[in-house]
Antibody, heavy 114, light 106 residues
């Protein structure tokens, strides 16, 4: 079945870096764009970034532009989110989703705290 | 960037019709999607292209569009429909979610 599984979340100090991964299965990963979406505790959904099927196009929310990088390895069916210069306001559950937003992972929690 | 505006909450009794609106200039030229999210769960797509329903979504969920406003309608709302609902749209290099609406069915 179509599945997305995020990993890499945890507790990190402000200013430090973290890389999230999203392992895809059950569909031809290399044919689809992918998103990262986050949700701060008790808050709404916030779109973070999107990458095209081949990685040639990437777009970011203003709140993360210049600090986060979305990438993918189609040979490993895996999506990544490199998060640098983390801030307290980046604390959230991070979801990966297929480009049609029909398929989502279960999310991974990132907590930025000293 | 652009914004999508939703009411913070809507409340109906079981069996009544619930309507949740989403407003934004981008909706005049771009499709909207609607997501349902229950506590502790990932969002679920319930409407795409303003009014299309994905496979497996009950027929009581429908969507409509008029100008800069889209509406999610739940006809005969059930207790299990109680959740947060988010609209979403994409334009150019931007994607945005509405602030979310808490639907109470009580």
């Amino acid at each position: 079945q179509v599945q997305l599984v995020e990993s890499g979340g945890g507790v990190v100090q402000p200013g430090r870096s973290l890389r999230l991964s999203c392992a895809a299965s059950g569909f031809t990963f290399s044919s689809y764009g992918m998103h990262w979406v986050r949700q701060a505790p008790g808050k709404g959904l916030e779109w973070v970034a999107v990458i095209s099927y081949d990685g040639s196009n990437k777009y970011y929310a203003d709140s993360v532009k210049g600090r986060f990088t979305i990438s993918r390895d189609n040979s490993k069916n895996t999506l990544y989110l490199q998060m640098n210069s983390l801030r307290a306001e980046d604390t959230a559950v991070y979801y990966c989703a297929k480009d049609d937003l029909l398929v989502w992972g279960q999310g991974t929690l990132v907590t930025v705290s000293s | 960037s652009y914004e999508l505006t939703q009411p913070s909450s809507v409340s109906v009794s079981p069996g009544q019709t619930a309507r949740i609106t989403c407003s934004g200039d981008v909706l005049a030229k771009k499709y909207a999607r609607w997501f349902q999210q229950k506590p502790g769960q990932a969002p679920v797509l319930v409407i795409y292209k303003d009014s299309e329903r994905p496979s497996g979504i009950p027929e009581r969920f429908s969507g409509s569009s008029s100008g800069t406003t889209v509406t999610l309608t739940i006809s005969g709302a059930q207790v299990e429909d109680e959740a947060d609902y988010y609209c979403y749209s994409a334009a150019d290099n931007n994607r945005v979610f509405g602030g979310g609406t808490k639907l109470t069915v009580l």
